[in-house]
């Protein structure tokens, strides 16, 4: 069980808007830390993102994006495409248990 | 460009132990800090530990404290995570991040390195 809930899944036509969620509680989110966003496909290193919250590294498309409000963040993804699909975390920092992640959300492009 | 590159992970007995490395390149590697991240097969990432650059500060996950143990050799540019007392459900992927270190985000991952525990 992990402390920051995802979906398990999304999905998408290419072309469309998708969204991840990332719950979290008054330890974490809530408290005014930062969430992060990776990317990750099986069997490759996780990529950042987005950091603090709505930050893109150099070279990160701009239909990947982040907001985060109250106890929950997300992650949307605009003019989806094939590529896109892979697995996505969320990160944030809890008070009580250090460094947490979310379960992870599979992105299937239909 | 940034490389990190695990390596030490391998087939280990239930409460053995394994030392895994993480080479650094194409970066200070002293001034930042490293963390340790796992994914158990069929699961999602679970962060491990991090160090700080100077490798005076350190931090652990519950679930390893007391017989993991991360530490760095900054003019080697080499990250380690020494594993004692490995049980079954350590198996997993382990990777190696940059400036994965309380509040912020890890900038970058290796490859990963498989830790399989079984007899």
């Known amino acids: 069980q992990s402390v920051l809930t995802q979906p398990p899944s999304v999905s998408g036509a290419p072309g469309q808007r998708v969204t991840v969620s990332c719950t979290g509680t008054?330890?974490?989110?809530?408290?005014?830390?930062?969430v992060h966003w990776y990317q990750h496909l099986p069997g490759t290193a996780p990529k950042l993102l987005i950091y603090?919250?709505?930050n893109r590294p150099s070279g990160v498309p701009d239909r990947f994006s982040g907001s985060k409000s109250g106890t929950s963040a997300s992650l949307a993804i605009t003019g989806l495409q094939a590529e896109d699909e892979a697995n996505y975390y969320c990160?944030?920092?809890?008070?009580?248990?250090?460094?947490?992640f979310g379960g992870g959300t599979q992105l299937t492009v239909l | 460009e940034e490389q990190l590159l695990e390596s030490g992970g391998g087939l280990v007995q239930p409460g053995g132990s394994l030392r895994l490395s993480c080479a650094a390149s194409g970066f200070t590697f002293s001034k930042y800090a490293m963390g340790w991240v796992r994914q158990a097969p069929g699961k999602g990432l679970e962060w491990v530990s991090s160090?700080?650059?100077?490798?005076?500060?350190?931090y652990y996950a519950d679930s390893v404290k007391g017989r993991f143990t991360i530490s760095r050799d900054n003019p080697k540019n080499t990250l380690y995570l020494q594993m004692n007392s490995l049980r079954a459900e350590d198996t997993a992927v382990y990777y190696c991040?940059?400036?994965?270190?309380?509040?912020?985000?890890?900038?970058?991952w290796g490859q990963g390195t498989l830790v399989t525990v079984s007899s």
């Open positions: 603090r919250n709505d």
């Open positions: 160090i700080s650059g100077s490798g005076g500060g350190t």
């Open positions: 991040a940059t400036n994965l270190f309380i509040t912020a985000a890890a900038s970058y």
């Open positions: 990160q944030s920092y809890d008070s009580s248990l250090n460094v947490v």
């Open positions: 008054s330890s974490n989110i809530g408290a005014g830390y930062d």
